[in-house]
């Protein structure tokens, strides 16, 4: 069965500090793997890749993709309240453009 | 800027009622996505369709149905509202036919709560 992992299911720090967040899948046929914060409402789109090694960043926020080992990281140095969210791994995967979510990493940073 | 609209914010069935949510786009994409989002359980995919009146069984489509009759719009349908249906919904759309991945846009979310 395809699926989609992510690590820890929540994490608290305080301002400054630099998270790491995980997400490992297992699904037939990979064409992409995304990532997006959600606060309150909809999940907004943060970063998409597709090609091993290649880091993709903006701002504080960068990730990268392992395709042999099946996983993505996305770091978030000197992180800020503003962080505070829902952070979302998906892939995308078969032709059909199937896009299947992980259960997400609550993040909250304290002040 | 792009936008992908979801119909009511927040709604109350009653268990049984025939409820239908809503979704337009208007970035001319082809595919579009309906989820479920519930605790701990992440975004799940109820139904896909990657063009007009195609549609793909996701993995959760018990007890919904769906239509696109017309390529801005994908409705969700419950045929018979239960209380294990209560959760909040996201629809998505997303650029390309088959075989692409690409970036997906995310409604603002319905949620729906069935007493």
């Known amino acids: 069965e395809d699926k989609v992992v992510q690590s820890p299911l929540s994490l608290v720090v305080h301002e400054g500090d630099t998270v790491t967040l995980n997400c490992s899948y297992e699904v037939t046929n990979f064409r992409s793997l995304l990532w997006y914060k959600q606060e309150k409402k909809a999940p907004t789109f943060l970063f998409m890749l597709t090609s091993s090694g290649i880091e993709k960043k903006s701002g504080r926020l960068s990730s990268i993709l392992d395709k042999k080992e099946l996983f993505s990281i996305l770091n978030i140095t000197a992180t800020q309240t503003g962080d505070s969210a829902v952070y979302l791994c998906?892939?995308?995967?078969?032709?059909?453009?199937?896009?299947?979510f992980g259960g997400g990493t609550r993040l909250m940073v304290k002040p | 800027d792009v936008k992908v609209t979801q119909s009511s914010r927040y709604l109350v069935k009653r268990t049984g009622e025939k409820v239908f949510l809503e979704c337009v786009q208007d970035m001319d994409h082809e595919n579009m996505f309906w989820y479920r989002q519930d605790p701990g359980l992440g975004l799940r995919l109820i139904y896909f369709s990657y063009d007009v009146k195609m549609k793909e069984k996701g993995d959760i489509p018990e007890g919904y149905s769906v239509s696109r009759e017309k390529k801005e719009r994908f409705s969700l349908i419950l045929e018979s509202a239960s209380t294990n249906q209560t959760s909040m919904y996201l629809c998505a759309s997303s650029k390309g036919g088959q075989g692409m991945n690409t970036e997906a846009f995310f409604g603002q979310g319905t949620r729906l709560t069935v007493v």
């Open positions: 998906a892939v995308g995967y078969n032709a059909g453009n199937m896009l299947t």
